[in-house]
């Protein structure tokens, strides 16, 4: 198992450009969320998906959209970047039932 | 969810026995307490949790006091490896929400 892999590792955006950030696992985990960390700064929830078709929005999720057709794939999209928007940014996968997650190793996402 | 308390940092020497405090003594029945931990901004890795009985894995030892408000995680023999930014997390089973706070930056000494 390849576990949770995210694409890319590094990404520079001018802003107001846009950009997806890709996710998927191969665990067959109902669950799948994204999560951004600031500098020094534990982790925030930005969506969240139980199950293919169904989405729902974290602490941060203003800024973001999210769709989930398939089990295995989770993409966050950036319609217009900010630089508030750098940030490192991880997916993390679960099973539905239980609350030990698997995390991707993240995408450094740098806005200017 | 219960919030918890961790200290902000704390320091072990390398071989010595590493032991993170944490406090949640708003925690209901229901509530599991999990360990995660961050090395050097990896994403979190997934180390141990329990209800109310003690817990061991091949990577830690849990210990939560009988009036399940307060727990300790054990790295029993710390390595530089360890060192990384633990996380306490109070939450119910299967919950679709993991809320992180600030942790608590173990810094491992040779």
């Known amino acids: 198992n390849a576990g949770v892999t995210q694409t890319p590792k590094f990404q520079v955006l001018k802003t107001g450009q846009s950009m997806t950030l890709q996710c998927a696992q191969d665990?067959?985990?109902?669950?799948m969320s994204w999560y951004r960390q600031d500098p020094g700064m534990g982790l925030r929830l930005i969506h969240y998906s139980v199950g293919a078709g169904i989405t729902d929005q974290g602490e941060v999720p203003n800024g973001y959209n999210v769709s989930r057709s398939t089990t295995e794939d989770f993409p966050l999209r950036l319609l217009s970047a900010a630089p508030s928007q750098t940030s490192v940014y991880f997916c993390?996968?679960?099973?539905?039932?239980?609350?030990?997650?698997?995390f991707g190793q993240g995408t450094r996402l740098t806005v200017v | 969810d219960a919030k918890t308390t961790q200290p902000t940092s704390m320091d072990c020497a390398e071989g010595r026995a590493a032991n993170l405090p944490c406090n949640h003594s708003t925690i209901s029945g229901n509530e599991y307490v999990y360990w995660y931990r961050q090395i050097h901004s990896q994403g979190p890795q997934y180390i141990i949790h329990g209800l109310k009985n003690n817990e061991t894995n091949e990577m830690a030892s849990l210990i939560i006091t009988e009036d399940r408000k307060s727990s300790t995680l054990i790295l029993p023999h710390a390595t530089l490896r360890d060192t990384a930014v633990y996380y306490c997390i109070v939450i119910i089973q299967g919950a679709q929400k993991l809320v992180f706070g600030q942790g608590t930056r173990l810094t491992i000494n040779p």
């Open positions: 993390a996968s679960k099973f539905i039932d239980n609350t030990e997650a698997f």
């Open positions: 665990m067959n985990h109902e669950y």
